[in-house]
């Protein structure tokens, strides 16, 4: 029996986003864009608020909601569509993420109980009871606000109810406690947040409109410069004129991707002159988002990238990435599923500020690419979200080390590769991420000698090509299976069902493989010579990749086998 497996690549043209600070800029441009950002801001929460509070269920009625907010806040059409696309976003992401925060929570909520119930059998000194009580009753307080919020996040996944706060939670809750946030009074706080409410506004393009945006078009200058020309909203213009330009504006990074757009759009509005039917492959959608932080303002400029002609070739072999808590595991495989090379790159985020995660994930990322230029082997990640690979780590490591790889590290990782690739013609494909460590351990670290994440990196790589998943010939005996600790446990495989798919199998072996690893930990021995300098490398390296050529594998000449195929 087969199992469809979707097999996901970067074939979508990716948006990138470039920012530059506007520098010297006089008041008179600094209060325009202040008082754009208030009214296009206003009009976004207001808008919020309508649509939440009334049923928008035709195309009639919301161009009605349309017409009245363009006419009462004295704004133009395109700054009513702009709004309403970043606030649609905001919306959907606030949906999409709720069975996520439904799922998380309701972990919380029964790891909480497990901890009172522990706490409530524990016994304890009578001078420590009292101190032992208030640990209880602390953790009970924490129970119930997770249960409150639990039943809210459920109740708003029946409802369709959206909650979003403009201006941040973090600074609305400030209030409730002035002093320990640095404010001295209210008023200063009520000054802070209606600044964060109002701080920013976006001018979303189209292909088809003048310089690709209508609401902001850029002109580029002799000195190589942009100068931005800003449609100002009907309200505004008795005050700051229809349109306000700001000059010298200079993008240390993707000033030649933004060019190319702005020739591109050019070439367009000549070719509608000319009435050619070449008019739609031509014109690049630009969007504006201007933000304005403690000094300044900043505008940030996306656009798609140009399309580069991908080099990679997957039937020569692939690269399987498996992404750590504190590091990357990489193998390099042959046109036969062979590993041929492995590579150990850090990436331990844990405690690092935002700058320095985003560095740390780039200089993997140059890694991973530039070993695919150089190999023409595509690149081979898994499909599969935050929660997911949380819980993977909480199975094979401890609670500590799976808080080492957050969120924010493990996305912006796919977004980074993702995006590199695409500029350097490296295609990177996601696969399902299904029982890759249970077949790693099991299958080929020691066949490899690999450790268990290059072992898992290695079935990633194969699983691409759809090599085949079945178990070891000798799945009737006893087989050596490392046990992450540097030793290797005893495990008697379960028999296979070749009615059923090879998962099935490796479902079983999964649930058999927790038990016996977990008993072998408790009684692991020191670690051998050659994964004591592995191990010893990795936790004393600064920056520097650890690579290893695997002369000495055994050759696996495997044809397609019953594995998941891709769709």
Known sequence: MSKKTTIKTSEEVP?????????????DLSGALDDCADLLSQVERKLFVKTQTQKVGTKKVFNKIKSFFVSFFGILSRHFNSINLTLKGKVD???????????????????????IEKLSKKTVEPNQ???????????????????????????????????????????????????ANGYKSFEQWKSDWQKARSNQFILVGSKDETAGNQLCTAKRQKDGTLTLRVRMPDGLVPKHGKYVSIPGVKFEYGQEVIEAALNDNEARRVLKSLKSYETKHYGQAITYRFLRDKKGWRVFVST??????????????????DLNANHIALVETDRFGNAIETETIPFNTYGKSKGQTEALIGEAVKIIVERSEKTLKPVVIEDLDFSQKKSILKE???????RMLSSFAYNKFKQFIEARAFKHGVRVYKVNPAFTSVIG????????????????????????????????????????????????????????????????????????????VHVAQVRATELTARSSQTQGSLAGMEGQPLSRTLTGAIPAHETLGNTARPT
């Open 396 to 402: 094979n490591r401890s609670n500590k080390n799976a």
């Open 304 to 321: 798609a990238i140009p399309q580069i002609p991908i080099k990679t070739i997957k039937h020569i072999g692939t690269i399987g990435i």
């Open 129 to 179: 009871r009292q101190k032992h009580l208030n640990k209880i009753h602390q953790k009970k307080r924490r129970l119930a606000r997770l249960e409150k919020r639990l039943e809210q996040l459920k109740s708003d996944k029946a409802t369709g109810r959206v909650r979003i706060c403009f201006g941040s939670k973090k600074l609305f809750n400030a209030q409730f406690d002035l002093k």
């Open 441 to 516: 351990r099991v299958k080929f670290a020691s066949r490899y000698g690999l450790t268990v994440h290059h072992a898992a990196a290695l079935v990633i790589a194969r699983r691409l090509c759809r090599f085949s998943e079945r178990a070891p010939s000798s799945c009737q005996d006893e087989i050596l299976i490392p046990n992450n600790k540097g030793g290797h446990v005893t495990f008697s495989l379960p028999a296979r069902n070749r009615k059923k798919h090879v998962w099935s199998f490796w479902r079983r072996v999964s649930r058999k493989l927790k038990s016996v």
């Open 15 to 27: 948006i990138s986003t470039y920012q530059t600070r506007l520098r010297d800029l006089p008041l």
């Open 93 to 115: 992401s606030y949906r999409s993420n709720l069975d996520r925060h439904i799922k998380e929570n309701q972990e919380r909520v029964d790891s909480a109980r497990k901890t």
